[in-house]
């Protein structure tokens, strides 16, 4: 079992930023592929980034492209999610997951997530 905890959410103003990390324990962290996702009340749970195993590449959703970057430290086990240009849109709970089989349909592992609140 590998634990996630999500840490950094709060409440920022449009055009600001925020650095979202998350800490896991449990497994062997480079293992895992990490990722963040995020959920508003009532939509589904909808991707933000992926990181692979050494950090060496990543990828975003076209709606965080080029305004937020992911990154990990695999001798702290911690994966982080810088976010800049914040918009009201960017509002969400964030969380953290971790897939070992990147090909395997659903994620391994979820934290219990931290909310984000983005004023216009």
């Known amino acids: 079992q590998m634990h996630l905890v999500e840490s950094g959410g709060g409440l920022v103003q449009g055009g600001g930023s925020l650095r979202l990390s998350c800490a896991a324990s449990?497994?062997?962290?480079?293992?895992?592929?990490m990722g963040w996702f995020r959920q508003t009340p009532g939509k589904e749970r909808d991707f933000v980034a992926a990181i692979t195993w050494g950090g060496d590449s990543a990828t975003y959703a076209d709606s965080v492209k080029g305004r937020f970057t992911i990154s990990r430290d695999n001798a702290k086990n911690m994966v982080y999610l810088q976010m800049d240009s914040l918009k009201p849109d960017d509002t969400a709970v964030y969380y953290c997951?971790?897939?070992?089989?990147?090909?395997?349909?659903?994620?391994?592992?979820w934290g219990q997530g931290t909310q984000v609140t983005v004023s216009s």
């Open positions: 449990g497994r062997t962290f480079s293992d895992y592929v």
């Open positions: 997951a971790a897939i070992r089989d990147p090909d395997a349909v659903t994620w391994d592992y």
